[in-house]
Antibody
Framework: EVQLLESGGGWVQPGGSLRLSCVGS????????MSWVRQAPGKRPEWVSSINAIGSNTYHADPVKGRYSISRDNSKSTMYLQMDSLRPEDTAVYYC?????????????WGPGTLVTVSS | ETVLTQSPGTLSLSPGERAALSCWASQSVDSNFLAWYQHKPGQAPRLLIYGASTRATGIPDRFSGSGSGTDFTLTISRLEPEDLGMYYCQQYGNPPRTFGQGTKVEIK
């Protein structure tokens, strides 16, 4: 059974940093591209970052460019999201998701999410 | 970016009834790269439909997707009590990937 589990969320002051982790199990982690999606309270989900299967290509949404960095360690079946210079508008539940193994793919498996709260 | 608008905001129906959820895109979705997700509080989102009309693995055949271009529909042919939750459409053909604001399905 494919499972994804996020961790590392919590409360942080504006300007602070957090690193989220996502552990995958039940499949060959290193064969799939992955992404982070967030959902702020009362808002629609928002794509944040993506990374290809081997970690050589990364992509970030404009609101987080220059502040967030996505990476992965396939030997640990883990993906990361380093979040720096955090702002109150970054407050959201952050989900990791696996892309289907097809060209131009949706995400077929998601984790239950981890809450990030940015507040003074 | 492509803005997705879903309607209705809330759908309240009885078990066995048919539900039709709509998703409109501000511009044509390339190659009908449109997905539907079900999301229940505290749980992981669940992929229902991709490519506008292809059911994901393990999804019951009471869920079906249709549409093309800018107008898409998710139909639940016979509502079951466990179908309650939020439903989101997502387009993944026009970067950046974007989501609709969701339709809440309530079971009477």
């Amino acid at each position: 059974e494919v499972q994804l589990l996020e961790s590392g969320g919590g409360w942080v002051q504006p300007g602070g940093s957090l690193r989220l982790s996502c552990v995958g199990s039940g499949y060959t982690f290193g064969s799939y591209a992955m992404s982070w999606v967030r959902q702020a309270p009362g808002k629609r989900p928002e794509w944040v970052s993506s990374i290809n299967a081997i970690g050589s290509n990364t992509y970030h949404a404009d609101p987080v460019k220059g502040r967030y960095s996505i990476s992965r360690d396939n030997s640990k079946s883990t993906m990361y999201l380093q979040m720096d210079s955090l702002r109150p508008e970054d407050t959201a539940v952050y989900y990791c998701a696996r892309f289907m193994a097809i060209t131009i793919a949706p995400s077929d498996y998601w984790g239950p999410g981890t809450l990030v709260t940015v507040s003074s | 970016e492509t803005v997705l608008t879903q309607s209705p905001g809330t759908l309240s129906l009885s078990p066995g009834e048919r539900a039709a959820l709509s998703c409109w895109a501000s511009q044509s979705v390339d190659s009908n790269f449109l997905a539907w997700y079900q999301h229940k509080p505290g749980q992981a989102p669940r992929l229902l439909i991709y490519g506008a009309s292809t059911r994901a693995t393990g999804i019951p055949d009471r869920f079906s997707g249709s549409g093309s271009g800018t107008d898409f529909t998710l139909t639940i042919s016979r509502l079951e009590p466990e179908d309650l939750g939020m439903y989101y459409c997502q387009q993944y053909g026009n970067p950046p990937r974007t989501f609709g604001q969701g339709t809440k399905v309530e079971i009477k």
